[in-house]
């Protein structure tokens, strides 16, 4: 396991699920890479991942894919949600995030999901 620095590139995840953001936080670390949970997208270019959680914050899916273009165009962008919520998994991909999942999808790929970062 790589500990994360002040340096690492950082994955950003946009939800309201604090629960779930310790699973998400344990696999970005494990990878080596610093964590945020934010509700919008901040304006730093060290991001490597921004996950949107579709169930807490399908709201900032319409633009996220200019303002990732402007900020962090190297970013990994991945949205998620319920399987249920076909009309928020649609909107994700009508919005260009090139990865959109279910939850148990993500869920599943999380142990796997970040690359990690080289020293």
Do not use: W
């Amino acid at each position: 396991m790589t500990e994360p620095s002040q340096n690492s590139p950082c994955v950003v995840f946009l939800s309201g699920d604090l629960m779930f953001a310790s699973r998400v936080r344990g696999a970005a670390e494990a990878a080596g890479y610093a964590f945020q949970l934010t509700g919008a997208l901040p304006e730093q270019s060290d991001i490597a991942y921004v996950i949107v959680d579709l169930s807490t914050r399908s709201g900032v899916v319409d633009g996220l894919m200019h303002s990732c273009a402007a900020v962090c165009p190297d970013a990994t962008v991945i949205a998620y949600g319920p399987h249920v919520q076909l009309s928020r998994l649609d909107a994700a991909k009508q919005a260009g995030i090139p990865t959109v999942m279910t939850r148990g999808q993500f869920d599943r790929s999380l142990p796997r999901l970040f690359t990690p970062k080289s020293v």
